[in-house]
Nanobody, 123 residues
Framework: QVQLVESGGGLVQTGGSLRLSCAAS????????MAWYRQAPGKQRELVAT???????NYATSVKGRFTISRDNAKNSVYLQMNSLKPEDTAVYFC?????????????????WGQGTQVTVSS
């Protein structure tokens, strides 16, 4: 079994910064892509940023230039540095990981989600 645990959310004023962390633990052979999503009240979950094992990144247009995703493969962790925060960034942020592991000798890939961490940006 694999668990993803996020941390680093909180309340910040407009223009402020926060750094989210997400650590994966459990039966892990390797982790492929990792990502951050967010879900605001009354809205669908949306993709914020992705990062491959090799470090290639992609961002939603709304956060490009303000957010930076990074990862530490040795620690099975992904991070999201959020700068110049705006009230519209207020949401629950979830990390996501495509985990490859062996189960009874059979290689399997499965996507896991963290429980979410609240980010609130006050105006």
């Amino acid at each position: 079994q694999v668990q993803l645990v996020e941390s680093g959310g909180g309340l910040v004023q407009t223009g402020g910064s926060l750094r989210l962390s997400c650590a994966a633990s459990g039966t892990i052979f390797s982790i492929n892509a990792m990502a951050w999503y967010r879900q605001a009240p009354g809205k669908q979950r949306e993709l914020v940023a992705t990062i491959t094992t090799g470090g290639s990144t992609n961002y939603a247009t709304s956060v490009k230039g303000r957010f930076t995703i990074s990862r530490d493969n040795a620690k099975n962790s992904v991070y999201l540095q959020m700068n110049s925060l705006k009230p519209e960034d207020t949401a629950v942020y979830f990390c996501n990981a495509d985990v490859f592991y062996y189960n009874i000798g059979l290689g399997t890939s499965r996507v896991y989600w963290g429980q979410g961490t609240q980010v609130t940006v006050s105006s």
